[in-house]
C-alpha cells in the first residue's frame, strides 16, 4: 500500500530557512508534488519532482532521491505569508491516474 | 483566481436529504478530481475522470455519486449520508491525468455539514 509521512507542525523565523521532509513508500512511483494551502483555501501547486535531485523555483526549492523513498521542500527567506501547511504528494506509476496525499506539514513563521 | 469554481461553498443537509456539489473547470483540461478533505487527515481522492470517463473509485461508498457529462463539469450526487461524511469536498482539474507533468489546480472546495 501508499504511504507518505511528513511532520505535522514546524515553527521557523522570518528570514530564516526551513526544510520540510517527506517520506514515502508506493507500489509505483510516477512523479512528487508539493502543495500548499493556506487556511480555508484550496491547495496551490508549488513543485513537482520526478528525476533525483534538486528543483529550484525562487525561494522554494524541492529534493528527490527515489532509492530512499525521500523528498525535501526547502523555503528560504521566510515570510509571514509562508505560514501553511505544505503537501506533500506522490502519484502512483501505473497509470498514473491516483496521487496520495500526506497529511501535511502545518508550518508557523514567527516575527 | 484558479479557473476551478465549485458551488455551493458551504451546505448543511439532513441524513434524509439528496444534494448536488457541482464544480467547473474553465482551463481546458482533460482530467477532473474529487477529494474528501476532514480535519487532521489527508487530502483523500474520491474519484478520478479522464476525458469524461472513470478511471478511479477510490472504494468510495455509494452513498456519494460522481457524473461528468464532459471535461468541464463534474459533479457529485450526495444521498442519505452519515455525519461522519461532513468534510470539506475539493475539486481539481489537470491537463491529462496520466501525463508526467500533471499538477493538479483546485477549486476551493465546499463544505459540507451532515446532520
Known amino acids: 500500500g501508499q504511504n507518505i509521512d511528513q511532520p505535522t507542525e514546524m515553527t521557523a523565523t522570518e528570514g530564516a530557512i526551513v526544510q520540510i521532509n517527506c517520506t514515502y513508500q508506493t507500489s509505483g512511483f510516477n512523479g512528487l508534488f508539493w502543495y500548499q494551502q493556506h487556511a480555508g483555501e484550496a491547495p496551490t501547486f508549488l513543485s513537482y519532482?520526478?528525476?533525483?535531485g534538486l528543483e529550484e523555483k525562487g525561494r522554494f526549492s524541492s529534493f528527490l532521491s527515489r532509492s530512499k523513498g525521500y523528498s525535501y521542500l526547502l523555503l528560504k527567506e521566510l515570510q509571514m505569508k509562508d505560514s501553511a501547511s505544505y503537501l506533500c504528494?506522490?502519484?502512483?506509476?501505473?497509470?498514473?491516474?491516483?496521487?496520495?496525499f500526506g497529511a501535511g506539514t502545518r508550518l508557523f513563521v514567527k516575527a | 483566481e484558479t479557473g476551478v469554481t465549485q458551488t455551493p461553498r458551504h451546505l448543511v443537509m439532513g441524513m434524509t436529504n439528496k444534494k448536488s456539489l457541482k464544480c467547473e473547470q474553465h482551463?481546458?483540461?482533460?482530467?477532473m478530481y474529487w477529494y474528501k478533505q476532514s480535519a487532521k487527515k489527508p487530502l483523500e481522492l474520491m474519484f478520478v475522470y479522464n476525458f469524461k470517463e472513470q478511471t478511479e473509485n477510490n472504494s468510495v461508498p455509494s452513498r456519494f455519486s460522481p457524473e461528468c457529462p464532459n471535461s468541464s463539469h463534474l459533479f457529485l450526487h450526495l444521498h442519505t449520508l452519515q455525519p461522519e461524511d461532513s468534510a470539506l469536498y475539493l475539486c481539481?482539474?489537470?491537463?491529462?491525468?496520466?501525463?508526467?507533468?500533471?499538477?493538479?489546480?483546485f477549486g476551493p472546495g465546499t463544505r459540507l455539514t451532515v446532520l
Open positions: 504528494a506522490v502519484r502512483e506509476g501505473t497509470g498514473g491516474f491516483k496521487t496520495i
Open positions: 481539481a482539474s489537470s491537463q491529462l491525468a496520466g501525463a508526467n507533468y500533471n499538477e493538479q489546480f
Open positions: 482551463l481546458g483540461h482533460n482530467a
Open positions: 519532482n520526478v528525476l533525483d
